[in-house]
């Protein structure tokens, strides 16, 4: 009688598939979680015990795909950067001055729409994410300049000071004892007189 034998396939299809979680839905879990947490409490409420309570994973999973509580939060700022600048650079204003009015209300709404982790990023250094998201906006300057909108001056040096500027207003407003809803317009049109001065100050 002729023996037979299974086929490789046959074999491939009888063994058990693999139930672990990809590496990057895990990390997109923890960070969620992460977010949600700093939102809610605030950073002193993100430890590793309540992360892995929050994203449903195991405190050591925590550590091999992101690492301590410190990670997590440079890896929560790095985040909120990188979509800030993408946000940034896809402005498609062809007006210098109005791609740059633009760029400030994205930097106030994204702000807004995560107050905990705007105050998170600015309790430490800087961070190369940071960073490119402050060459975007010397880029919507140089942009100006090109066009001779804007004035001449150090590029950078012009972007910086609007950057500490609207950081400073939206710092006092998400301090503020009142509720977000109350006085929103007012504070919206507050908002939008700092910017226009500000541009009316760099135009030629």
């Known amino acids: 009688m002729a023996c037979t034998h299974p086929r490789i396939t046959d074999m491939t299809q009888s063994q058990p598939r693999s139930k672990r979680t990809p590496t990057l839905e895990i990390h997109g879990r923890i960070l ?39 990670a997590v939060c440079d890896a929560l700022i790095d985040t909120y950067f990188t979509d800030l600048r993408e946000q940034l650079i896809a402005i498609d204003e062809s007006d210098p001055v109005l791609r740059l009015r633009r760029a400030g209300i994205i930097y106030r709404e994204h702000a807004l729409d995560a107050p905990g982790i705007y105050a ?41 000071s609007i950057w500490v500027s609207i950081h400073g207003f939206i710092q006092f407003e998400l301090r503020s004892a009142q509720p977000r809803t109350r006085g929103r317009e007012r504070v919206d049109r507050s908002y939008g007189y700092l910017l226009d001065l500000l541009i009316r ?3 030629r």
């Open 32 to 70: 969620d979680a992460a977010r949600r947490i700093v939102e809610r409490d605030g950073v002193d409420g993100l430890t590793i015990r309540a992360l892995s309570a929050q994203a449903d994973v195991s405190p050591t999973s925590i550590y091999q795909h992101i690492g301590g509580k410190q």
């Open 120 to 160: 998170l990023v600015w309790m430490g250094q800087a961070s190369d994410s940071a960073q490119h998201c402050l060459d975007a906006i010397t880029q919507i300057i140089r942009y100006g300049q090109a066009a001779s909108v804007f004035r001449g001056d150090d590029p950078h040096l012009i972007a910086s």
């Open 201 to 203: 100050g760099i135009q």
